[in-house]
């Protein structure tokens, strides 16, 4: 079977950013990457600051207002709905925080889900865990094995958008329309949809959070939390600040002395990707990391898991036997970054877990030829 075509390399893409071009970075999933000119933006907010600390810090609630409405704009959200947070982890906890919840009821989340996103909810009440098969054909299975797993005590449940380490949407618009009908609050972690997904906030959950650090280009310590009208009066922030008579989102918004600069940065990656031609950089994040998962196919016969089309990660399950643990998966994650000088996410699962690649403006197609020929070495031995 001839292997596939390799996709273009996006003009100019390298140059926007400072990764050092001694490891290839097939991971921007994780931690994201910060293009030139929102560093170059962030800098100077810095620069304010530090100039004449007294102007920086009383003029910031409005500053920080503002740069969420010129976010809001480019996500389609109310900007009275939207309240940045430090990172979904903490849009999750402050959800958590916030909730009404009785002796007896409930909280569904899947085993798909981020850990402390997951160890939030675990606060509040006790997890009904739904085992979701990496195998699962479409996004209708995924819906219905979420569906069968509900009972009378069901409240909430907690839900990836896309999946970090399978690499797939679970919380569609139709899954969180049934949930609704059943009167279950539903709680979105959209941690990879902004700036991946063109529309991240049509499914219409109660509460979403997604962080902006990654596929929105943002500085890191950016996130926002969107919540839906009827639970904005209840929201609770996870420290009182002077802002607290405004309600949500200055209330949660308002840190004292904190690091602000990253949020009023955050717009400069959105219009950057806009300026970039957003459906042209996510088609061509996609066509990569199909086209590396294509190759670990090809080569080394890794099965491909079930993906979403458009996303820019690809996940494929490893050898039987391999990262099987978090140590394991962790052991090898690092022997990849040592050896071949290439960045992955390995997820581990019982009985053999997975690798992850991502696509980015900034990668090239051989990288992913050279993590090919380099793991099956790896794995052979």
């Not at 990660?313 to 978090?326: E, K």
């Amino acid at each position: 079977m001839p292997e596939p075509q390799s996709p273009s390399e996006f003009p100019g893409g390298r140059a926007l950013f400072r990764l050092s071009t001694e490891v290839s970075h097939l991971n921007h999933g994780s931690f994201g990457a910060v293009p030139l000119p929102v560093q170059e933006a962030q800098t100077a907010f810095r620069a304010e600051q530090d100039a004449d600390p007294d102007t920086f810090f009383i003029t910031a609630p409005d500053r920080v207002a503002a740069a969420r409405a010129r976010v809001a704009a480019h996500l389609g959200a109310d900007p009275e709905g939207l309240a940045f947070v430090a990172n979904a982890t903490e849009g999750a906890n402050i959800v958590m925080n916030s909730l009404a919840l009785a002796e007896g009821d409930e909280i569904l989340v899947t085993d798909h889900g981020y850990g402390t996103v997951s160890a939030a909810a675990a606060r509040r009440a006790p997890l009904r865990t739904v085992p979701l098969d990496p195998l699962l054909p479409d996004e209708d299975a995924v819906r219905e094995t979420v569906l069968a797993a509900l009972t009378p005590r069901t409240r909430v449940a907690v839900l990836d958008h896309i999946s970090s380490p399978t690499a797939r949407l679970v919380a569609g618009p139709r899954l969180l329309a049934e949930l609704a009908e059943r009167g279950v609050t539903t709680v979105v972690d959209g941690a990879h949809a902004p700036g991946m997904l063109p529309d991240p906030l049509a499914g219409g959950a109660d509460f979403w959070f997604g962080n902006l650090h990654k596929w929105a280009y943002a500085p890191p310590g950016t996130a926002v939390l969107a919540v839906a009208p009827a639970h904005r009066a209840a929201i609770r922030p996870l420290v009182p600040s002077w802002e607290d008579h405004h309600g949500f989102p200055r209330s949660v918004e308002w840190r004292a002395t904190d690091e602000y600069t990253s949020w009023l940065a955050a717009p400069e990656g959105l219009d950057l990707l806009e300026r970039l031609d957003a459906a042209k950089v996510r088609a061509h994040n996609a066509a990569l990391a199909a086209h590396g998962s294509a190759l670990l196919a090809e080569r080394l016969g890794l099965r491909p898991l079930p993906y979403t089309e458009g996303l820019a990660m690809r996940s494929l399950l490893l050898p039987a036997g391999t990262a099987g643990t978090v140590e394991e998966a962790r052991a090898l994650r690092e022997e990849i970054a040592a050896r071949l000088r290439i960045r992955v996410l390995i997820w581990p699962r019982e009985g053999g877990g997975g690798i992850r690649l991502c696509g980015q403006i900034y990668n090239r197609p051989e990288e992913y030829e050279r993590l090919a020929d380099g793991l099956g070495e790896l794995l052979g031995r």
